[in-house]
């Protein structure tokens, strides 16, 4: 499984913009990119996901680096509610035994101040 | 149901005996995931159906864990002889087709304790 790199944490003031790194340098042209979160005592939750071009929804916006080397999860207002384990995840599009797969890594632990 | 359910949500067992959780998907995902994940740690994955066979058991720690799904919907998974290290939160999650273009919904988890 192709592995994806995070910093161990981050914080943030309520209000303002967010910008999660995550780097996956050994991604291969037919894995998507993913990205979950996981609130405390709760099972994880879908933010966002995309292959090559910029995503965006109602939770945030996905940055995917021309080499696809490397992407951003930016939240553009960051809430105390947003304060949550962030996941970077490469999810297998070739086929085989791991097509589909979601192998989490640490994630990212985001620190939201009032 | 609207989305993943897992039953029971907490389970108390002594060291020793069996246990089985079980999840149910949404309807109509094809794949289905198990994950463990332990105090304070992040997600393990430890097996994924596709319709109601495994292409990928490769996660289960010993063969005192089984899984099925029949039917295509409900699994059930199972840890034979429970041992404390077992204690942790079962995480399931369902996809449609498994296709990676898709998101994965979770359930809420099964918190296992064993005494």
């Known amino acids: 499984d192709a592995k994806t790199t995070q910093p161990n944490s981050m914080e943030s003031n309520e209000e303002e913009p967010v910008h999660l790194p995550c780097n996956h340098s050994?991604?291969?042209?037919?894995?998507?990119i993913h990205w979950y979160r996981q609130l405390p005592s709760q099972g994880p939750e879908y933010v966002i996901h995309?292959?090559?071009s910029n995503v965006n929804n109602r939770m945030a916006s996905l940055a995917i680096a021309e080499d696809r080397k490397s992407s951003t999860l930016i939240l553009h207002r960051a809430t105390l509610r947003d304060a949550a384990v962030y996941y970077c995840?490469?999810?297998?599009?070739?086929?085989?035994?791991?097509?589909?797969?979601?192998?989490f890594g640490q994630g990212t632990i985001l620190t939201v101040h009032p | 149901g609207a989305g993943v359910s897992q039953s029971p949500s907490n389970k108390v067992t002594e060291k020793g005996k069996d246990v089985e959780l079980r999840c149910d998907p949404i309807?109509?995902?094809?794949?289905l995931y198990w994950y463990r994940q332990s105090l304070g740690q992040g997600l393990e994955f430890l097996i994924y159906?596709?319709?109601?066979?495994?292409?990928?058991k490769s996660g289960l720690p010993s063969d005192r864990f089984s899984a099925e799904r029949t039917g295509g919907s409900v699994s059930t998974l199972t840890i034979q002889r429970t041992q404390q290290e077992d204690s942790a939160v079962y995480l399931c999650?369902?996809?449609?087709?498994?296709?990676?273009?898709?998101?994965?919904?979770f359930g809420q988890g099964t918190r296992l304790t064993v005494v």
């Open positions: 309807s109509g995902h094809t794949a």
């Open positions: 159906f596709q319709g109601n066979s495994a292409p990928d």
């Open positions: 995309g292959l090559t």
């Open positions: 999650a369902s996809s449609y087709m498994g296709h990676p273009n898709t998101e994965a919904f």
């Open positions: 995840i490469l999810r297998d599009g070739a086929g085989g035994t791991s097509y589909g797969k979601l192998t």
């Open positions: 050994t991604i291969s042209g037919t894995d998507y």
